[in-house]
Every structure is written in C-alpha cells, then in structure tokens.
C-alpha cells in the first residue's frame, strides 16, 4: 500500500514539474489580461465541468481572497440564466484537460456573445477549448495516477497548482498586503492574527513586571509573581528597554551555580538579563508576533513604541485565550 501511495506522489511531483517547466508567454499573457480586466473593475469568472468544478471553485476562492475579484461559475447553470452574472469587462477562464468537455465548449461561444475574452487551461494545446480561446496555458503533466486513465488525479494537482500560480503573480502585481488580506479575512484566528495588533494582546499595568537593572533577582522573581508572568522587562529610567529576564533564565543559573546559587538571589538582575532582546512595535500585526515566536523559539515578547519604551509584552500563552493560535 505504501509503495502505491508513493508512487501516486511520484507521478504527481513528476506532473507537477513537467507543468513549470511549461510555463512561457501564455501565462505571462494571461496574467496581463486578468490585471487589465481587475482595474477596469472586471472579475475573474472561472468555470470547469466534473472535478474541474470543483477546481475552478477553489481557483475562484484563491484569487477573491487575495485580491482578485472572481466568482465561479457553473456552465449548466450558465446556460440556464447565470450568464446574466458576467459584463464584457470580465474574462472567463475556463478548465478542461481534456479540452473537449462538451459543456465548456456550449459555453464560449454564449460566452463570446456577451463579450468576455477566454483564457483556457488544458492538457492539449490542439483540443478545442484551446483553439476557441484568446490565451490558453498548457497544463503538459503527463498521465494520471489512475491506473485506467480515467479518474482526474495529477491533471487536476497540476492544474489546481497553475490558479495558484496565477493567484500568487496577480497578488504581486496588484501589491495586495497584509493589511488588504485582513480585510478578506475578518473571522476566524486567521481574521484574528491579521487584524489584532501588539496593542491588543499585549499585558500591561499590574500584568507587567517593568524593573530597573540593579533589581535584584528574589525583588525581579516576586514581581514575576505578582505580574502572573514568566518574565519581567528590564528598563532605565525612562521606560527604554535593557533586557528581559524569565524563569527558563533563573532555573538555568540555578543549575549552573550549584551549591553557590544563594548568592545569585541578592545579585543585580542586569547581570543575569539579556541584553538588547528581541522586541516588536506596537503597531505590529499578531501575525507578526507568530511569526518571531516560531522564528526565535521564544515564550515572551517586549513591545516598544517609536521611541524604543516598553509598553507592554506579550505571553506566547496569551494567544491561545485570544483565540490567535
């Protein structure tokens, strides 16, 4: 069974490969249209038959939530009334690998009538679909996994993988940000992590332990406790950040100290801290927060306004009570 299901891997790594190494000027075309079409407040109408339905309904998904207006659209049901849903400033991309699906083909030329340009994905460059289009891009992966040739597997990976490919190069183009994505995204800890910022998850006041270097460790462990934090800040005088101490940072001293570990209870906690830590702005996105929690392999983050004072800081722990992770 696991050498089947391996080989399946194989052929669709192989397909997926074989599909890149094709990508040329159709492509590059194709993407040139679907901006024009975008600023010209256009949408993406993207449609297929059988699997290729269910393809073109995650391609469509892909390119609204990142910042290309699209919708799918049923070829039955298009020629049923929901033609009434495309303009002539919109496109239509079609997917068949085949190039012949009797359904799709109905479709262009009603399609035509109301003046969209097509772009077509096929596994054919001489199938029909392909010579009724304006652009189409060869989705060249080779034979199925399917031992009959017959249940859509690799040309349905490949081409599932050229609407991200479109997706993503439109994204760069259009300079879609994090901040628009958000704006795509408002529900759910995606939502969350896009829209909350440092501001919002951070601790502060009594949830804070800010304390002066020359502190000593027992006075920085009891303002831990009264914080309920596994760490506290070390700031001068003027709330600027110095370093941060945790209670990983204690109970390694401890360790390494031995029978001598009385007298680091009495010590500065300056000379145990450290210096210059990792630390985000304010302004930053919880996103961003995951991102150096994952990076870094830390637990606590200082936040620092414009002028580099300690504000806040964000637990690691905190998130998940924010529904972020």
């Known amino acids: 069974m696991l050498t089947r299901a391996r080989e399946v891997f194989d052929i669709e790594i192989e397909g997926l490969r074989r599909t890149r190494d094709a990508l040329g000027e159709g492509f590059t075309r194709a993407v040139e249209l679907m901006l024009k079409c ?102 060249p992966c080779g034979k199925e996994a399917c031992p009959f040739g017959m249940a859509p597997t690799n040309s349905t990976t490949a081409t599932m993988a050229m609407g991200d490919a479109l997706a993503m190069v439109m994204l760069d183009a259009l300079k879609f940000d994090i901040s628009s994505y958000a704006m795509n995204h408002p529900a759910g800890a995606i939502g969350r992590a896009l829209v909350l910022k440092a501001t919002d998850v951070m601790r502060t006041g009594e949830n804070l332990a800010a304390i002066a270097p020359e502190t000593s460790v027992m006075a920085a462990l009891l303002a831990m406790t009264k914080a309920k934090a596994g760490s506290a800040v070390i700031v001068d005088v003027d709330s600027k950040l110095l370093g941060i101490f945790t209670d990983g940072d204690f109970r390694r001293l401890m360790a390494s100290r031995g029978s001598q570990s009385a007298s680091l209870l009495d010590s500065p906690v300056a000379d145990h801290m450290t210096k210059n830590p990792m630390f985000v702005r304010e302004t930053a996105f919880a996103s961003e927060l995951l991102k150096v929690f994952e990076k870094k392999r830390i637990d606590d983050l200082p936040v620092c306004d414009s002028s580099g004072r300690v504000v806040g800081l964000v637990d ?9 992770l």
């Open 38 to 139: 975008i600023r010209a407040e256009g949408i993406i109408v993207v449609t297929g038959v059988g699997k290729n339905l269910a393809i073109a309904e995650k391609m469509s998904a892909i390119f609204a939530s990142t910042g290309t207006r699209s919708i799918c659209l049923n070829p039955v049901q298009a020629m049923h009334g929901d033609l009434g849903m495309v303009a002539p400033r919109d496109i239509l991309v079609a997917l068949s690998f085949s190039g012949e699906s009797e359904e799709v083909l109905r479709l262009i030329p009603a399609i035509r009538r109301h003046g969209l340009k097509v772009i077509s994905l096929t596994g054919r460059e001489d199938s029909s679909l392909a010579e009724m289009s304006d652009i189409h891009i060869p989705i």
């Open 316 to 324: 690691i722990n905190d998130l998940p009570k924010m529904k972020v």
